[in-house]
Every structure is written in C-alpha cells, then in structure tokens.
C-alpha cells in the first residue's frame, strides 16, 4: 500500500524559499500512469492544487503559482520536492503531497494523501 | 480556470437523514468529476471518482451522480463518522481545482 509522507521546515521567513519533501514508500515513484502532486490548504479554507511531476521530470504548475513554484522528482530516493520562493504570510498552508491517478477517459483523481505538513510564514 | 461551485456551503442534519450537496462547473467538465471527504485535522479522503465510481472501501451510503456542469453527491442514512466536510474536484482541465467546500454538521 502506497503511503506518503512530507517533510521540511514548519516556519519559513518572508522572502525565503520553501522547501519540502514527500517521501514514497510501498510503491514505486517511477511507476507508469501515476503522476504525484502538491496540494496546499490554508487555514481553515478550500484546497489549492499547486503542481505535478511525473517521474520523467516533466512537471505542470497552476498558473497562479507557476513564477515561483518548482517541482522535482528523485527516483533514486522514491522522492518529490516543492520550492515555492519569495514567500509571503500568503503562502501559510498545511502542504500535502498526493499521488495523481491518471485514466485517459474518466480522469485524473488524488488518492492517498500525504499527513501533510503545516508551514508558517512568519519573521 | 474551471471554477467549482458547490451548495450548500454548510448544512445540518441527523443521524439516519439522507443529504445531497451539489456542485456545478460554469461549462462542462464531462465526468470528470471527484469527491473528498474531510475531517477535522485530517487529511482529504477519496470517495468518489469519475462523477459516479465509488472508490474501493467507501461504504455504499455515498453515491455521486451528474455529467457535464452539475453534480451531486448523496449520503444515504448519514451515519455519527460523515459529519465533515466535503469537495468536488475536477480534472477536465489544469489546474485542477476543488469547490469551496460543503460542512456536514450535526443537526
């Protein structure tokens, strides 16, 4: 059973950069057909879809997102990444990873879900 | 972006009723449709896939149903543990986007 977990700083400076990492286990990162993504969730609010990788590299952004977003895949390590630069109090979210189940002709759906992890932005 | 819109944004109700929350696409997204639930501090749950697929271990109580700009999904005989929150989610186009979310609360 494929499980994720993310990892990296609760508290980053304004201006900085945001770093995290998910973590896969159970299963292949390299596996064709799953993409896995970020998913962010400000406090108390809806959820934001920030971006996928596929284990090739290739990688989408939300355009709302995508002047600061990069997105990267070890495979070596069964690892993705987030950077998310030139953070504001904005960007403070509980930030999960998920895997991106694709079928050509019903959809891309994400399932499982990282705990996720809390970041603040704050000085 | 495909911007989803779910109603109501919150409702109340008992053990045992049955409950259907909407939600609408301003222009057709085909099936390509998803349900999560949430709870409290917990992370998003896949129930529902394609509109109608119940996701493997979701009790049958939960059913979706809709094509094209309108969705629902219907919890029948709401049980103690469904009293969260839950989002739709399309996948017709990037980037993907959820609705605001609907809150189940006890009644």
């Known amino acids: 059973q494929v499980q994720l977990q993310e990892s990296g700083p609760g508290l980053v400076k304004p201006s900085q950069t945001l770093s995290l990492t998910c973590t896969v286990s159970?299963?292949?990162?390299?596996?064709?057909?799953?993409?896995w993504s970020w998913i962010r969730q400000h406090p108390g609010k809806g959820l934001e879809w920030i971006g996928y990788?596929?284990?090739?590299?290739?990688?989408y952004y939300n355009p709302s997102l995508k002047s600061r977003v990069t997105i990267s895949v070890d495979t070596s390590k069964n690892q993705f990444s987030l950077k998310l630069s030139s953070v504001t109090a904005a960007d403070t979210a509980v930030y999960y990873c998920?895997?991106?189940?694709?079928?050509?002709?019903?959809?891309?759906?994400?399932?499982?879900w990282g705990q996720g992890t809390l970041v603040t932005v704050s000085s | 972006d495909f911007q989803m819109t779910q109603s109501p944004s919150s409702l109340s109700a008992s053990v045992g009723d049955t409950v259907t929350i909407t939600c609408r696409a301003r222009q057709s997204i085909s099936s390509y449709l998803n349900w999560y639930q949430q709870k409290p501090g917990k992370v998003p749950k896949l129930l529902i896939y394609a509109a109608s697929s119940l996701q493997s271990g979701v009790p049958s109580r939960f059913s979706g149903s809709g094509s094209g700009t309108d969705f629902t999904l219907t919890i029948s005989s709401l049980q103690p543990e469904d009293f969260s929150t839950y989002y739709c989610q399309q996948s017709y186009s990037t980037p993907y986007t959820f609705g605001q979310g609907t809150k189940v609360e006890i009644k």
């Open positions: 998920a895997r991106d189940i694709h079928m050509v002709t019903t959809g891309i759906w994400f399932d499982p």
């Open positions: 159970g299963g292949s990162i390299s596996s064709d057909g799953y993409y």
């Open positions: 990788i596929y284990y090739s590299g290739n990688a």
